[in-house]
């Protein structure tokens, strides 16, 4: 039995790299760039204008015009005028370039247009004003996203508009997600009285959905020749294997057994922690990984959360900044576990991030998990915990 730290070094000690591909931009989302993106041109290219209005020389307003002839209007997009007298003008829309003749943009809200002349209607105006200048964001060449991070929807933008049509990210695990269980139907199916739907492998899934991670599914019956056969075949065409149950001290639990037989050195069995206590996780030596997680769906959900999600990021070289609550009231837990308990979070008023126990029936209890926001991990060390302490939580919901 290994303590929460220990078993969280164990699985750090195991990061696995995959190498890189290119892929589509579109289906860049959520992935980890593996290429610093540079501007292929300035940002913006041209003087871009900010307002529609007019295009005039400030020279002539300080001249002490104030009307100017329209000598063609300009969409974005056009090939800029010229105007070849101070008292014109260009009507021209936002997005359009500067027209080389111009310097200052007087927006229509500023302007009685007539007859084809533009009059000023305030004497409030500066040099340049409205205009983004070419290159003023990023110059040609320079790095405009760094490699190594998460591809949000503001870098999708940067890989559209610098025209990325594929790009380079971190390779990911081939993962397959395997339930045990003979008292296990597929969802589709009428369980007997005896009998449970599966449901802890789309759990898993869904989690590894979040991340972007596809996954495959498979299930296994109580039967040690036939985990082990499967189990075989697995070890060789994936990176990663997420088991869920068989792994306790019950009769029908053959998993740990079978992937020692199969040459799967355990790094740990069992984790001083609750839920989740029996977590097998080890190594084969052809470096895939092995997450086996106890079969209460709290404890596949939890250590999924707890473990694999932040060995998944470290992997691909992102962490994520841990997070903290306030416990937002007492709770008292004796045995000599690390307590992962289901907490709800709301911020006050001070943007303190307070957390309010929810405890439900137990590991088995995983309807509690739909009412609450993250959990917070508990020291072992004590047994009453205080409103008002701080505790790092792992957060499993989107809260704002
Ligand atoms: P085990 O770890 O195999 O002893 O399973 C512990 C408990 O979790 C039992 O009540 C199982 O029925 C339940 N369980 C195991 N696997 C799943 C699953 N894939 N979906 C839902 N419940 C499960
Ligand atoms: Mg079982």
């Known amino acids: 039995m290994v303590y929460v730290a220990e078993a969280d070094e164990i699985i750090k000690g195991q990061l696995r790299t995959y190498g890189t591909e290119a892929i589509d931009f579109e289906q860049a989302l959520g992935r980890v760039l593996a290429e ?20 005039i020389s400030f020279a002539a307003f300080e001249q002490g015009i104030t009307a100017f002839r329209i000598i063609a209007t ?6 800029p005028p010229i105007t070849n007298a101070v008292d014109e003008c260009v009507e021209i829309m936002t997005g359009a370039a500067l027209p080389e003749t111009t310097d200052t943009i007087i927006r229509y809200e500023d302007l009685e247009i007539k007859d084809g002349i533009a009059t000023l209607q305030t004497q409030n105006i500066s040099r340049g004003q409205s205009i983004h200048r070419k290159g003023k964001d990023k110059k040609q060449g320079d790095i405009v996203v760094t490699t190594n991070q998460l591809v949000t929807p503001a870098i999708i933008s940067m890989l559209a508009s610098t025209g990325y049509t594929n790009v380079q990210v971190k390779k990911q695990p081939r993962v397959i997600i395997i339930s045990t269980g003979d008292e296990l139907v597929e969802v589709g199916e009428t369980p007997s009285p005896y009998e449970v739907r599966r449901s802890n492998n789309y759990t898993v899934k869904s989690i590894l959905q979040q991340l972007h991670l596809s996954a495959d599914m498979l299930h296994l019956r109580d039967e040690p020749i036939v985990i082990k056969e499967k189990l075989q075949a ?4 994936y990176d990663v294997i997420i088991l869920s149950g068989g792994i306790s001290m019950g009769k029908f639990d053959y998993v740990p057994v079978v992937l020692e037989e ?17 977590f097998w996780f080890g190594a084969h030596e052809n470096s895939t990984l092995v997450f086996a997680l106890p079969g209460n769906p709290v404890s596949t959900f939890m250590c ?6 932040p060995w998944y990021r470290a992997s691909m ?13 007492d709770i008292t837990f004796t045995p000599a576990l690390q307590y992962f308990v289901q907490v709800k979070l709301s911020f006050n ?10 405890e439900g029936n137990g590991s088995g209890d995983f309807a509690n998990l739909t009412e609450t ?15 008002g302490e701080v505790y790092r939580v792992w957060p499993f919901k989107q809260i704002m």
């Open 74 to 79: 300009q969409a974005a997009g056009d090939v």
């Open 262 to 278: 199969l040459k799967v050195s355990k790094l740990f069995h069992k984790v001083r922690q609750r839920p989740g206590n029996p």
């Open 317 to 329: 070289g992102i962490e994520l900044p841990p997070a903290y609550a306030v416990l937002d009231n």
């Open 234 to 237: 697995c070890l060789q065409q």
């Open 36 to 55: 610093d993106i540079v501007a292929d041109r300035d940002l913006p290219p041209y003087n871009r204008v900010t307002m529609d209005g007019v295009a």
């Open 373 to 387: 926001d993250a959990f917070m991990e508990l020291p072992l060390e004590r047994s009453v915990f205080k409103k």
């Open 304 to 309: 999924t959360q707890r473990y694999f999600v």
């Open 349 to 358: 008023n001070k943007g303190h991030l307070l957390a309010g126990t929810i």
